[in-house]
Nanobody, 123 residues
């Protein structure tokens, strides 16, 4: 059973940056496609970014493309989401997720989920 723990969320002013981290345990990290998704109050959970097992492929939601970078370090069992030029619309709970399947854009179904980390962007 893979376990995921996110960190790095917080309160930031518009235009600022945050780096989210997600540490995995209980499985072979490099066996999993990793993703970041987010859910704002009153809205459905939405795809943010995903990265393939050995970082060869990444996909981003249009809303964050050009402002965010997903990366992973398989030696540290960690996936990251660097977010720059944050906007109030980025306010949400951000979830890390893992799946054994193929890396796909806009993927919202994953086998394992973290508990989420809150990102709040003030205007």
């Amino acid at each position: 059973q893979l376990q995921l723990v996110e960190s790095g969320g917080g309160l930031v002013q518009a235009g600022g940056s945050l780096r989210l981290s997600c540490v995995a345990s209980g499985g072979t990290f490099s066996s999993y496609t990793m993703g970041w998704l987010r859910q704002a109050p009153g809205k459905e959970r939405e795809f943010v970014a995903t990265i393939s097992r050995f970082s060869s492929t990444t996909y981003y939601a249009d809303a964050v493309k050009g402002r965010s970078t997903i990366s992973r370090d398989n030696a540290k069992n960690t996936v990251y989401l660097q977010m720059n030029n944050l906007e109030p619309e980025d306010t949400a709970v951000y979830y890390c997720a893992a799946d054994r399947g193929v890396t796909q854009p806009n993927r919202r179904r994953y086998d394992y989920w973290g508990q989420g980390t809150q990102v709040t962007v003030s205007s």
